[in-house]
């Protein structure tokens, strides 16, 4: 069974750092891309983050782009989202997911992603 589990969210000051984790369990990351995506109240789920099923190519949204790094570490099947200079506009629950792709390559859209994990809560407010 292909599973996602989100970890890492919580409460941080504006300015702070918090890095996500994305662990996957029943599939390989070495066949899937792996997505971030956020969603805040009101608003339409937004895809800030991915990267390939290599590791060698990835995408970052304008609005996290120069703050937000995404790796994998594929010894521990995990996909992590480290977020600097948090804003108080990035509060969004965030949620990782899994497309499969044949080719080394990412999509920073929903559409296509079969798995999702719950999603984890982060809120950055002072």
């Known amino acids: 069974q292909l599973q996602l589990v989100e970890s890492g969210g919580g409460l941080v000051q504006p300015g702070g750092s918090l890095r996500l984790s994305c662990a996957v369990s029943?599939?390989?990351?070495?066949?899937?891309?792996i997505g971030w995506f956020r969603q805040a109240p009101g608003k339409e789920r937004e895809g800030i983050s991915c990267i390939s099923r290599s590791g060698g190519r990835s995408y970052y949204a304008d609005s996290v782009k120069g703050r937000f790094t995404i790796s994998r570490d594929p010894a521990k099947n995990t996909v992590y989202l480290q977020m600097n200079s948090l804003k108080p506009e990035d509060t969004a629950v965030y949620y990782c997911a899994a497309r499969t792709e044949t080719s080394d390559y990412c999509s920073g859209r929903p559409a296509g992603y079969d798995y999702w994990g719950q999603g984890t809560q982060v809120t950055v407010s002072s």
């Open positions: 029943g599939f390989t990351l070495d066949y899937y891309a």
